[in-house]
């Protein structure tokens, strides 16, 4: 019973980010954390498998659209798989509080920074390739290393920067799902390094990330508004960082 309404928290979640071209950590770590599992050896590396995997399939709607910057995203990408293994690997350093109030901490700066972006209008020019992969690079590896710390994909991180950059919504949300997938995986397999799988959770979780976040790119690429999708996950943000923030000080 417990599996499944995990899983069905996870659906949802999965619907939602692949919407914005995030991996949905925010809400896998902290659901399974709550769920019981050990931080450290099942939920982060779990958290950066689901990731890897939700931006990857959102990928495929999103590439069909023509919407994803491969060579402006690049860059970004190659820093993202560089250093995401290296925060995987200093996650063992840090004691279990202090990861969730870090991980707390970024969600509330995540979601402040998606609720002042959705009140301004989609950006009519975009930086040049030079700039975007410049600044990328530095964007990247600080995402990658984050990610790979708290089991997230570093997505909360690069979405706003390329909105910043000018991109729109759409461009912003599938390429983000083009690094995030590169950062995800990179620190997922820099995290299992000699560790073990916990299959009875995994298989159920993995079904639920193939069915939602093909229906939430899917949805993103052809119906959702930018303003609305950019409130709700502000909206899902603040309540996870609430909950973590209360978890660790109660």
């Not at 982060?44 to 990731?51: R, Y």
């Not at 990247?140 to 979405?159: D, N």
Request: charged share 10%.
């Amino acid at each position: 019973m417990l599996y499944a309404i995990v899983a069905l928290i996870i659906f949802v979640a999965s619907f939602l980010f692949a919407m914005l071209g995030l991996g949905g950590g925010m809400v896998y770590v902290p659901v399974l954390t709550w769920a019981g599992f050990n931080v450290k050896e099942v939920v982060i590396p779990l958290g950066l498998l689901l990731n890897g995997l939700n931006t990857l399939l959102a990928l495929i709607p999103f590439a069909r659209k023509k919407l994803v910057d491969w060579k402006g995203g690049a860059a970004m990408a190659v820093a993202a798989l560089i250093l995401s293994p290296i925060g995987a690997f200093s996650a063992k350093y840090f004691p279990t509080n202090t990861l969730m109030i870090l991980f707390a901490a970024v969600v509330v700066v995540a979601a402040a920074r998606m609720v002042w972006t959705a009140k301004k209008p989609e950006p009519e020019t975009i930086m040049s390739l030079k700039k975007r992969s410049i600044y990328g690079t530095g964007i990247g590896s600080f995402a990658g290393f984050m990610g790979g710390l708290l089991g997230l994909g570093g997505g909360f991180i690069i979405a706003p920067f390329l909105m910043w950059m000018g991109y729109r919504t759409k461009e912003a949300a599938a390429t983000t799902a083009f690094v995030v997938t590169v950062s995800s995986f990179s620190g997922y397999f820099g995290h299992i390094a000699g560790g073990e799988i916990d299959w009875k959770i995994t298989i159920p979780v993995i079904i639920a990330v193939i069915i939602g976040s093909q229906l939430g790119a899917s949805y993103m690429s052809n119906k959702a508004k930018p303003k609305w999708v950019k409130m709700v996950y502000a909206i899902v943000l603040l309540a996870i960082a609430i909950k973590l923030i209360l978890g660790v000080v109660i």
